[in-house]
């Protein structure tokens, strides 16, 4: 069983940056695929970025690629997504995820996090 817990969101200005942290419970944290997704109001949920259970490989959607960066502290349980260059289309509730291995697929994690809003303003 993993829990985890999202957090660093917040409003900032389009053009700005935010950390996002998700932290898991559990000793087994490390053997997991993380991944970002968000969901935007009337929309479906939407892949954003995963990593590969030791940190070696990254995936991005086409909308983050250049201006996300996913990473993993398997020490301290935590996977982040730095986010620069924000955008109003940005804007959405995050949310991390655990799976067994990287995917863009939602139905493929097993865990969820509750969620954290991001608001980009114009």
């Known amino acids: 069983q993993v829990q985890l817990v999202e957090s660093g969101g917040g409003l900032v200005q389009a053009g700005g940056s935010l950390r996002l942290s998700c932290a898991a419970s559990g000793r087994t944290f490390r053997s997991y695929a993380m991944g970002w997704f968000r969901q935007a109001p009337g929309k479906e949920r939407e892949f954003v970025a995963t990593?590969?259970?030791?940190?070696?490989?990254?995936y991005y959607s086409e909308s983050v690629k250049g201006r996300f960066t996913i990473s993993r502290g398997n020490a301290k349980n935590t996977v982040y997504l730095q986010m620069n260059s924000l955008k109003p289309e940005d804007t959405a509730v995050y949310y991390c995820?655990?799976?067994?291995?990287?995917?863009?697929?939602?139905?493929?994690?097993?865990?969820w996090g509750q969620g954290t809003q991001v608001t980009v303003s114009s």
């Open positions: 995820a655990a799976g067994s291995s990287p995917s863009s697929t939602p139905g493929l994690y097993d865990y």
């Open positions: 990593i590969t259970w030791n940190g070696g490989s990254t």
